[in-house]
């Protein structure tokens, strides 16, 4: 049944779902990357970790390389088959509502945050396998763009709380486990990455920053139409009877600002 009620004609264009060539290419490219990791680590035990894996002590050696191949490692098959799974069933969504070109901007950025935040959390020592950044950027962009959908329906296990549940289990991991080669110490990163970008985009509830750059935009809008006389009854008045009653140390900041403008008021009505 056709919603519109009309009988399609030949000009009429069939819809098509869009092909997810970013998303297909990256899981590609996960595959292949493990793939020449178990070749390589059959050629030379421990040659992945301590040259292609991100660790401070690497960078200082000169390995600058590790920031790109870090990336797309994996510590293991289940680990790539974990990453998998979440990036192909919530990326579908996400892809199509951002679009390839945002969906990989968003990816690249989810795995730099994380191998920032494991840079800064980590010790010097310890090795990435940097994959699970982008993914859970993917994740936490997912949850802010759709927080009530149920990804798991027999549990009603809705995004927002599946990604809260990785930022716990990130925090408690970073924590307890510091040393040797990890893989998710890139989760902080990149879910913050993930939730700064879909807010960037316009997705999601509004900040606390947000919401007091609004406030502040609103308020001074308020000011700019307010005439002298409402300016000194509405705004001065009060800030000169605190200062009779606490002196004029006891102005904050922005009250300091108010009396300033009040002055700018006056000026421009002489």
Not at 175 to 198: Q, T
């Amino acid at each position: 049944m056709r919603l519109s009620g009309r009988r399609p004609t030949s000009f009429t264009r069939s819809w098509t779902e869009r092909q997810r060539v970013v998303l297909l290419t990256l899981i590609g490219v996960q595959v292949a990357v493990f793939v020449a990791q178990l070749f390589l680590e059959a050629y030379e035990q421990g040659i992945v970790r301590e040259f292609f894996g991100l660790s401070e002590t690497g960078l200082q050696n000169a390995y600058g390389w590790q920031i790109l191949t870090a990336m797309f490692l994996h510590q293991s098959p289940w680990h790539l088959l974990g990453n998998t799974i979440v990036l192909y069933l919530l990326g579908r969504d996400v892809e199509s509502i951002l679009g390839q070109r945002h969906f990989l901007f968003l990816y690249i950025c989810g795995a730099a945050a994380g191998e920032l935040g494991h840079l800064f959390l980590m010790p010097p020592s310890t090795v990435l396998y940097g994959a699970s950044g982008g993914v859970a950027a993917i994740l936490m962009a997912y949850a802010t763009i759709l927080p009530e959908m149920e990804l798991v329906t027999t549990l009603r296990l809705k995004a927002k709380y599946l990604a809260c549940g990785v930022v716990t289990l990130g925090i408690g991991l970073v924590i307890f486990d510091r040393f040797g080669a990890v893989s998710h110490s890139a989760l902080l990163g990149g879910c913050a990455a993930g939730w700064l970008y879909a807010h960037l985009l316009g997705f999601g509830r509004p900040s606390l920053v947000q919401r007091a750059l609004h406030q502040r935009k609103a308020t001074a809008e308020r000011h700019r139409h307010m005439n002298a006389e409402q300016f000194i009854a509405e705004e001065v008045d009060p800030l000169l009877e605190k200062i009779s009653r606490e002196g004029i140390g006891s102005l904050t900041r922005k009250e300091r600002r108010t009396l300033a403008l009040g002055r700018e008021k006056l000026t421009e009505q002489v």
